[in-house]
């Protein structure tokens, strides 16, 4: 499994950016996919997830009404939509991919992460 993730950069308070998250390998045994992010000094934390099957998805509270999740699945990518962006969403993001492993086992994959600066 490969995640590359793509379209972090810096932009000021009230901006908007766009991250993208392309997969490598079988989509068989995916669980979800989602974004986290890690700002320095603190632990990382989920932004927004979204389901393989019926693609539900789960956001952050600091994350709802500003952030959108979805996915192509002809292209095995997933979107993060981030608008109305603050300070507080600098952290270096990173997509995440859960799979069922071969014991019933959460599998957890991990791209290299993509910066996002927010200026005020």
């Known amino acids: 499994v490969q995640l590359v993730e793509s379209g972090g950069g810096s932009v000021q308070a009230g901006g908007s950016l766009r991250l993208s998250c392309a997969a490598s390998?079988?989509?068989?045994?995916?669980?979800?996919m989602g974004w986290y992010r890690q700002a320095p000094g603190k632990q990382r934390e989920l932004v927004a997830s979204?389901?393989?099957?019926?693609?539900?998805?789960n956001y952050a509270d600091s994350a709802k009404g500003r952030f959108s999740i979805s996915r192509d699945n002809t292209k095995n990518t997933i979107y993060l939509q981030m608008n109305s962006l603050k300070p507080e969403d600098t952290a270096v993001y990173y997509c995440?991919?859960?799979?069922?492993?071969?014991?019933?086992?959460?599998?957890?994959?991990w791209g290299q992460g993509t910066q996002v600066t927010v200026s005020s």
């Open positions: 995440n991919q859960r799979r069922v492993g071969r014991y019933g086992q959460w599998d957890d994959y």
């Open positions: 390998g079988s989509t068989f045994s995916i669980n979800a």
């Open positions: 979204i389901r393989s099957g019926g693609g539900s998805t």
